[in-house]
Nanobody
Framework: QVQLVESGGGLVQAGDSLRLSCVAS????????MAWFRQAPGKEREFAAA???????YYADSVKGRFTISRDNAKNTVYLQMNSLKPDDTAVYYC?????????????????WGQGTQVTVSS
């Protein structure tokens, strides 16, 4: 059974940084596409960042240049480093793993999800 467990969320001020972690079990993160999505109150879940099996990364325009997705194969963990946080980044952040080498920015390509971690950015 595949499980994803996120951590690292919290309450920060605008301009601060946070690093989210996603520990996977039951599937190797280096063999599949991984991604972070987020969902703000009253809004639909949206794509934030993705990492392909080959190591290619891509980002939503709203986070490009501020967020970095990476992985530690030895720990079977994926990270999301978030810098220069803004109040608009406030959301629940979800880690997801695809059944493919690259899941893209569509939630439908990801078949397992974590429970989410809350990130709140105050102005």
């Amino acid at each position: 059974q595949v499980q994803l467990v996120e951590s690292g969320g919290g309450l920060v001020q605008a301009g601060d940084s946070l690093r989210l972690s996603c520990v996977a079990s039951g599937r190797t993160v280096s063999s599949y596409g991984m991604a972070w999505f987020r969902q703000a109150p009253g809004k639909e879940r949206e794509f934030a960042a993705a990492l392909t099996r080959s190591g290619y990364t891509y980002y939503a325009d709203s986070v490009k240049g501020r967020f970095t997705i990476s992985r530690d194969n030895a720990k079977n963990t994926v990270y999301l480093q978030m810098n220069s946080l803004k109040p608009d980044d406030t959301a629940v952040y979800y880690c997801a793993i695809s059944r493919y080498n690259s899941g893209g920015d569509s939630p439908a390509a990801y078949d397992y999800w974590g429970q989410g971690t809350q990130v709140t950015v105050s102005s």
